[in-house]
């Protein structure tokens, strides 16, 4: 007997694991579940594959009719829709972004409250009453965002990059679209873009909270059936790689320049994705300790942050190196950047800096799991991106035996440092 | 005799009850003999944990030509001590598994580090040893200068709306006392201090009796304390921290109009009010904070979505300031319509509210609701207990504050809140800040 529950605590004790529970609606969703006890309340995610990368010729598109669910349905109006979910202190909200249309709701679990929440949820996503007075209202907001986007450095800067490296791809254009796109979308352009994409069969739907199995399957359940079955959207095309060096600058009145260097990246199911992944983290993705970091601030001052990225997204997102200088800077900052990648893809790390960036990620795993919100994202992830089931709890195991020779081939194969997007944003010099 | 028996039963069974009640939020509080506070809540959802040191130290201590130098210093503190060299901090702890940073304040500066719990004593002695054991270097810190003049230029120069905030900070408060100048510091500041101060600000703040460690996580408490004391406990207590006020100065009536480059209009409202912890009534502060609920809402309501002449609502209270502070309102107008239909448009509303509390009297048991479970939401991530923690133990407010706030909320009437803006939101004593915007050619 006291084998026995020694052997049980040990199991506790060893590295978190998620008993992650997945099944498919009738209706053809596909959901995911944790669950998690320590706290009263759960969390849902819908993520329908509806996002800008839909948009089709109207940019903006996907961005309004995800900010129209909300305003109304076939029975209530705005205020009491609001109310509804504010009389039991639940948080309703919608996120667009490339890929993925996020409607989410965080609720108290207890029976009363999370009946009642579900329901306004459910009637919000599944019977949109889509109204002329709301889009128009939304249209103007909307061109307000432009605005406030337009005298941001770095929000110029990000939206002329993403145009570079995806060219025509539907990843080129922003979200919010432009002031021409907007005026030219009508109620019967979001309907559609409704009818066609808000689909049980083109959703993930994750949930994390207090509730047992059999309760996360009637809500799964409630939502998925309220929606049209449909059709799971075609992929899109792959973004292809750039045919030559492109150097931008765009002229702003700024005391900064903001630079970005890059080109295509990867998703999340590329066969190179882990040594990338971990040549990234070490390059540029870990702060103040990545290489990035310490040429540029650490070791000359130059920035305050200089960090890189993959944006993993479908059908390849971008790489990108980024930094803000003064304007006077600017030439050598990205000078030295270009340097440090090219050196980084060139030679092998050295083997301390190889195994401190892997102890990094693999001593911290335990905190990417740290809450219900971290935990919902990756189950998003996982399932809107068709990743493994064990992808989190084999991370670690794929991370640690790979070698300093296996980032370099990675990033040799991914990144042709002659042919790259240069952009600065910024006063001319 | 009886009385005093009594006061001191009444005293023993209010400690008593605090007790309990922390207990039940699992909060473990000590404080070592040298002066630093530990505050510990185990949460074993996870096996992590987030140990944050706080010093009682920030932009509200400065004046010129030091403003910014607390902010300075966190950079600072990266920098290499006697035992561990330039950047190693963050290597070691990045190595085991772990992530950090700092970040500075009005009224405090702090640091932490977020690790698996096997991680903890090195937490712990990793930042017990850079509160008495940095080393400051000339070349280091040349460098450090210029990424915050960078950062400065990032956050605040570069950002139209920033500008504002700067501005409204200049007009509202004297700059003889806290809260005049901004927490990163004048630019002219940030260029021209030396080495030296960093060290006399250092070597002032720096110490056990200025600190809160706070530990939130999947820890043991008495573990916690035993490091605390072995890392932290041979520091000696710093006599000269007398912890002197340097209160808030308010000044009213100012007005301010920026023409900057940018492309959409902003305009920010403040009024001086109390905070927690200057009110001589807690009750006023706490119905402050439901009156920014209350017009958040019910002015996103009418301006935003019925009246549609704004685009962007924010009301903001800041109930946990360590000196007197702003009650403010800011918007921007939709296109076409002026500045001051917005603002008549907000005071119509206000007078509605005062005239009539009842109006608000639904809203109010929704806004109360809402309370509740964000409270609950809210232990969702630890850092956020952390922070909370260790934000009340900086500005010198109870544990308890905490966890008293939604039933303190609850108490709050439709009358106190119409009360308060009676009382508070006097528009002929507001300042004011106006950014018109020139375009960006």
């Not at chain 1, 829709?81 to 609720?107: H, P, V, Y």
């Not at chain 1, 030219?184 to 409704?194: A, G, M, P, Q, V």
Request: aromatic content about 10%.
């Amino acid at each position: 007997m006291k084998v026995l529950i020694l052997f049980l605590s040990l199991i506790t004790n060893a590295y978190a694991t998620l008993d992650i529970q997945h099944w498919t609606t009738p209706e053809g969703a596909k959901v995911l579940f944790v669950q998690t006890q320590d706290l009263p309340m759960l969390d849902i995610a819908l993520n329908f594959d509806a996002a800008s990368s839909r948009d089709g010729e109207q940019h903006g598109l996907a961005s309004l009719t995800s900010n129209l669910l909300g305003t109304a349905t076939q029975a209530h109006n705005e205020e009491q829709i609001i109310n509804a979910f504010e009389s039991i202190g639940a948080q309703f909200s919608s996120n667009s972004l490339k890929d993925m249309s996020i409607l989410s709701l965080r609720t108290l679990s207890r029976d009363e409250v999370l009946k009642k929440s579900l329901n306004i949820f459910t009637e919000v996503v599944t019977l949109p009453s889509f109204q002329q007075k709301y889009l128009t209202r939304e249209k103007r907001q909307t061109l307000q965002s432009i605005k406030a986007s337009e005298q941001s450095p770095a929000s110029v800067a990000s939206k002329a990059f993403s145009k570079s490296v995806f060219g025509k791809h539907p990843y080129a254009h922003s979200k919010i679209g432009t002031q021409a796109t907007i005026e030219n979308i009508t109620i019967e352009d979001l309907k559609r873009h409704y009818q066609q994409f808000f689909v049980a069969k083109n959703l993930t739907i994750a949930l994390v909270g207090d509730v047992s199995k059999v309760k996360a399957k009637q809500i799964a359940r409630q939502i998925s059936h309220g929606l049209n079955v449909g059709k799971k959207a075609k992929p899109n095309p792959m973004v292809m790689p750039l045919n030559a060096t492109q150097n931008i600058h765009i002229n702003f009145p700024s005391k900064q320049t903001h630079l970005l260097i890059g080109q295509m990246g990867i998703n999340r199911t590329h066969p190179d994705y882990y040594p990338l992944y971990l040549g990234n983290h070490i390059f540029g993705g870990s702060g103040l300790t990545s290489l990035l970091s310490n040429e540029i601030r650490e070791k000359k001052g130059l920035a305050y942050s200089a960090y890189s990225y993959f944006s993993q997204m479908q059908s390849n997102g971008l790489f990108m190196m980024r930094l803000q200088t003064k304007n006077t800077q600017a030439n050598k900052a990205k000078t030295i950047a270009i340097a440090t990648l090219n050196n980084f893809i060139n030679s092998p790390i050295n083997t301390q800096k190889l195994q401190d960036g892997k102890d990094n990620i693999i001593g911290g795993f335990a905190l990417q799991t740290a809450s219900n919100a971290n935990i919902l994202t990756y189950l998003s992830l996982i399932g809107f991106y068709n990743l493994p089931l064990d992808y989190l709890s084999s991370f670690v195991h794929q991370i640690k035996d790979i070698s300093a020779q296996d980032v370099q081939n990675a990033f040799k194969r991914l990144i042709d440092i002659n042919k790259l997007v240069v952009l600065s944003v910024g006063a001319e010099q | 005799m009886k009385n005093l028996i009594l006061l001191s039963f009444a005293f023993f069974f209010s400690a008593f009850a605090c007790a309990i009640e922390l207990e039940k939020h699992n909060i473990t509080q000590t404080t070592l003999d040298n002066g630093l506070k530990i505050i510990i809540k185990t949460d074993k959802r996870a096996p992590v944990f987030i140990s944050q040191l706080w010093y009682r130290v920030g932009a509200s201590d400065e004046s010129r030509p030091n403003t910014g130098i607390s902010h300075m210093l966190e950079h600072m503190m990266f920098k290499g001590t006697r035992d561990y060299k330039v950047g190693e901090f963050s290597k070691i702890i990045a190595r085991n598994g772990g992530n950090d940073n700092a970040f500075t304040s009005k009224d405090y500066t702090a640091y932490y580090q977020k690790m698996h719990k096997s991680k903890l004593a090195l937490a712990i002695k990793m930042e017990a040893d850079r509160m008495r054991h940095l080393q400051l270097s000339n070349d280091e810190f040349e460098k450090e200068r210029q990424v915050v003049i960078e950062e400065r230029r990032l956050r605040i120069e570069d950002n139209p709306n920033a500008q504002v905030y700067e501005h409204l900070k200049l007009i509202s408060f004297d700059k003889n006392g806290a809260y005049h100048a901004p927490i990163i510091g004048f630019q002219a500041d940030i260029e021209s201090y030396h080495l030296h101060d960093l060290r006399t600000w250092y070597e002032k703040y720096y110490a056990p009796n200025n600190a809160s460690l706070v530990v939130v996580g999947d820890v043991d408490p008495a573990e916690v304390i035993v490091l605390a004391r072995q890392y932290f406990g041979g520091y000696k207590v710093n006599p000269n921290i007398t912890n002197v006020d340097n209160p808030s100065i308010a000044q009213t009536s100012n007005t301010r109009v920026l023409k900057l480059k940018a492309q959409l209009p902003f305009y920010i409202l403040s009024f001086s009010v109390p905070s927690l912890k200057t009110t001589d009534n807690t009750h006023n502060a706490y119905a402050l904070d439901m009156l920014a609920y209350v017009l958040d809402n019910g002015l996103s309501k009418a301006l935003i979505r019925e009246q549609q002449i704004a685009s962007s609502i924010g009301v903001e209270y800041r109930l946990y300031d360590k000196y007197n502070t702003l009650f403010t309102l800011s918007f921007i107008p939709v296109k076409g319509v002026s500045n001051e239909a917005v603002l008549s448009a907000i005071k119509s509303k206000i007078t509605e509210l005062i005239q009539n509390p009842d109006l608000i009297k639904d809203e109010l048991v929704r806004i109360k609701t809402q309370l509740e479970a964000e409270f609950v939401f809210e232990q969702d991530h630890i850092s956020t207990q952390s922070y909370y923690l260790g934000m009340l133990s900086a500005i010198g407010l109870s544990v308890e504050t905490l966890f008293s706030y939604v039933d303190k909320m609850n108490a709050i009437s439709a009358n106190d809140v119409a009360q308060a803006a009676k009382q508070y939101l006097n528009f002929s004593q507001a300042n004011s800040v106006e950014l018109i915007p020139q375009g960006i050619k």
